[in-house]
Each structure stands twice: as structure tokens, then as C-alpha cells.
């Protein structure tokens, strides 16, 4: 294994608060966040908001940046699901009941969502109030798939007198209607998966990725809650359903493991156990080659990160610590950056005092890096060169997304959005 030279660097200009940036005028960067509870938007230096009643969450742009879909809380555990259109400044009630897992089709403005284990979607081409249709029962995970014609889809094994049942994945057309004669089982997940010493009890999935080439899915496989909290296996299954691969143990936390723009490299965090600042390594797994090399240097933690070409990554990280229940005891992370084919790892970011660096996205068009600066009760949005450099506050203020154990969900509460 080849040494990873970790160079602490100061880059003058990158920490404390900053004056507004400016997006590209020709491309503006967009994005839909929640501030104080509501839905808002950014498009470019224009901010508005967008509902007032509060309770809202989880915003998501259709593919053509035209409908952002949202959650709206009603009661405790239940979410109505709205769209909204940017050009209308219209607001729809799409389903009154709990939705959750909202996924826009990613060739068509169709938005499906869950409930419980009903999947459904709503065509925004025939919207009227509540204008959803029910597509198939017993759904546990379900993502689309990359030409939009409709969804891979995970059922949840069951406990039987004799043990437990395989979980099973599925192809489900988008205009199924219920109809089972048109559903397609697709793969049998085994009931027991093993990697090293490390064994996980099959019970469910997180949603798929697919490689850029579409011959390799990538999905994290899931045993019962209490014991998912710790241990999970991340899976590799060809695209035609005959080759499964246990590839390694992490969380089931689906902003942990991405495929690289081009290449066929997968990306995770990988390590067991509920604590994010902890043995968590960031790893990288090139098809057909056997071994996953660790990028993490010793003593750090890694969480989420972003592919910025098919060779270079930037990681939000941390000191390596033992779980403390002060949340002063509990290290920050900066940004990162490395190059797989170098040694050298560069912090580009240097956070002011009781602040941390998450979430790091890639907005190619613009050639520009966004993410989220906290102190975990307070949060706002950078916007820089990908490099770290110019970087600006973007957004003044954004809530904060629901944290377990250091694993932050800021998908919650900031969903980025580039034409182009």
C-alpha cells in the first residue's frame, strides 16, 4: 500500500465569513434549500421564498430544473409531498397522505415517491390536486432506472417460522398500475452476506446507482434496524442480474457511495459501527480489478465527498475521536482534496473556529464547488473554485439537516441544481 502524505496548508481568504458570491451570469448555479422551515430558492445573486406555513423538507429539482418537489410535515412521521413549478410560481398538493424517498424521473418531469410500501408517482404533465397513481405494493427501495422507462425496486425479506425469506429485486415498468403480470423479478439477493469476518443478515436495500457505462449497480444491502445502525454491506450487481459481488462493509447512508463521472470507480466510505468519526475510510474500487485501496490517511475520518472527474475527489474529513457526548470534544471536518494517482492530500479549506465543512458538490457547468459550512446548531452554503480558492458565503443562512451520530443528512434542507 502506498504512503498518503496528509499536508496541512492555510489558504489565506478561505476562512471566516464572507461577501455574497457571484455565480456565472451565463450558467447562474440554482438551488432550493429550507430556511426557518420553508422552501426557498436561489437562482444566480436572486433569492425568493416560496411557502410560509413552515415544515418543510427534503426539496428535489425535476431534471430540467422547471418543478422542485418537497415534503411538507402535517403531524409527527407524516409528510405531505408538494411540487412547485418555477415557472408558474404555482404550489401543488400531489399526495395528502405520507410520502417520503421523493425521486424525479430523470428524463420526464414523472416524480415517484412512497408510501410505506406502495410506490406511486405523479405525472406533472396532468397536475391537479392530489394526481397520483399507485405502481406496485411491497416496495422496501426503489430507485428509476437511467433511461426513465421505469424502476428497480427492492422487496423487504420476511421473518418465517423457519428463518427469514430472500429479499428480492425487481424491474417495474412506470405504467405498471398494480398490474403483477407486468412486474419482472430480476435478482434474488442471498439471505446471508459475507465479506472477510464481517457478515450481514439480508433484509433490505438503500436505492441504486449505476455506473456511467450502465453494466454495474451499486446498492448497500441492509439487515434489521438495530443491528443496520453498525453493519451493512455495500453490493455490486452486473446490469443483466449475473454477477453479485459482496464488495464491503459500511453504512447504509446512500450519500456515501458514488460512481465516478466516466470511469467504472466506485467511491464509498467504508467501516463499520454508528459513529461517523470513527473508522470511516474513504476507498475507491476500479472494475474488473480485485483490491479497494484506502485513501484515508491514519488518524482521520472521512464522510460525504464528491467525484470532481474521473481522478479527483473532494472529501469532507476529520480527526479521527472517539464519541463524546459534548459536542465541544467532537472534531469539525475541512475539505479535501486528493488525486488518485498522487500521495499528496490537500485540506483546501479552513473553516473558522466551532466550524466544520460538509457536503461538497460538484457544479460542473459552472466549474464551481458548493458546500455547507456549520457549527451544527447554525449553517450557510460556500460557493468557490473547485480548489477551494474565492470561495464566499452563497447562502446566508440554511437550517441544519438531522444528525445521527455525525452522519448529517443535508439533503434535508439543500438540493443544488446546473442546466446544462
Known amino acids: 500500500m502506498r504512503a498518503i502524505v496528509f499536508i496541512c496548508v492555510v489558504l489565506i481568504g478561505i476562512s471566516g465569513f464572507y461577501p455574497i458570491a457571484e455565480a456565472s451570469p451565463d450558467n447562474p448555479v440554482k438551488a432550493a434549500f429550507i430556511r426557518g422551515g ?3 430558492m436561489k437562482e444566480g445573486e436572486l433569492e425568493k421564498q416560496l411557502t410560509k406555513d413552515g415544515g418543510a423538507s427534503h426539496p428535489r429539482w425535476s431534471h430540467d430544473g422547471l418543478w422542485i418537489a418537497y415534503m411538507k410535515a402535517t403531524g409527527q412521521q407524516s409528510h405531505e409531498v408538494w411540487v412547485y413549478n418555477s415557472d408558474t410560481d404555482r ?28 410506490l406511486n408517482i405523479t405525472d406533472t404533465g396532468h397536475m391537479t390536486e392530489n394526481s397520483f397513481e399507485n405502481v406496485a405494493l411491497g416496495v422496501n427501495n426503489y430507485s428509476w432506472l437511467p433511461d426513465g422507462s421505469g424502476f428497480l425496486a427492492s422487496s423487504t425479506a420476511a421473518r418465517l417460522p423457519d428463518g427469514w425469506t430472500h429479499p428480492m429485486l425487481y424491474k417495474i415498468p412506470v405504467d405498471a398500475k398494480m398490474d403483477d403480470k407486468k412486474i419482472k423479478h430480476f435478482f434474488t439477493i442471498p439471505s446471508e452476506l459475507t465479506k472477510g469476518d464481517v457478515m450481514v443478515l439480508s433484509i433490505g436495500t438503500t436505492i441504486f446507482k449505476w455506473s456511467y457505462d450502465r453494466k454495474w449497480i451499486a446498492f448497500v444491502v441492509h439487515p434489521t434496524a438495530s443491528w443496520s445502525a453498525d453493519s451493512d454491506m455495500l453490493c455490486l450487481l452486473s446490469s443483466n442480474g449475473k454477477k ?9 447512508n446512500s450519500s456515501w457511495f458514488q460512481w465516478a463521472p466516466v470511469k467504472t470507480r466506485l467511491a464509498y466510505i467504508q467501516g463499520g459501527g454508528r459513529m461517523a468519526l470513527e473508522n470511516k475510510h474513504l476507498k475507491v474500487k476500479e472494475l474488473p480489478a480485485l483490491r479497494s485501496p484506502t ?17 479527483t475527489i473532494t472529501v469532507s474529513r476529520t ?43 460538484y457544479l460542473k457547468a459552472s466549474n464551481k464547488l458548493g458546500w455547507i459550512r456549520s457549527d451544527r446548531s447554525k449553517a450557510y452554503v460556500m460557493l468557490g473554485q473547485t480548489d477551494g480558492s474565492g470561495a464566499s458565503t452563497w447562502i446566508s443562512s440554511l437550517d441544519t439537516g438531522s444528525n445521527y451520530y455525525e452522519q448529517w443528512d443535508w439533503g434535508e434542507v439543500l438540493s443544488w441544481y446546473e442546466a446544462g
Open 91 to 118: 404550489h401543488v398538493q400531489a399526495y395528502g397522505s405520507s410520502g417520503t424517498n421523493l425521486q424525479w424521473s430523470p428524463t420526464t418531469n414523472i416524480l415517484a415517491f412512497q408510501d410505506e410500501s406502495v
Open 38 to 40: 420553508n422552501l426557498w
Open 244 to 252: 453479485f459481488i459482496p464488495l464491503d462493509e459500511m453504512l447504509a
Open 319 to 361: 480527526t479521527e475521536s472517539k464519541w463524546s457526548s459534548d459536542t465541544a470534544e467532537r472534531p469539525l471536518p475541512v475539505l479535501v482534496r486528493l488525486t488518485l494517482q498522487s500521495p499528496v492530500q490537500h485540506p483546501i479549506t479552513t473553516p473558522p473556529a466551532g466550524f466544520g465543512d460538509y457536503a461538497p458538490a
Open 295 to 311: 485513501l484515508t490517511p491514519e488518524g482521520y475520518a472521512d464522510g460525504n465527498f464528491v467525484w470532481l472527474n474521473d481522478d
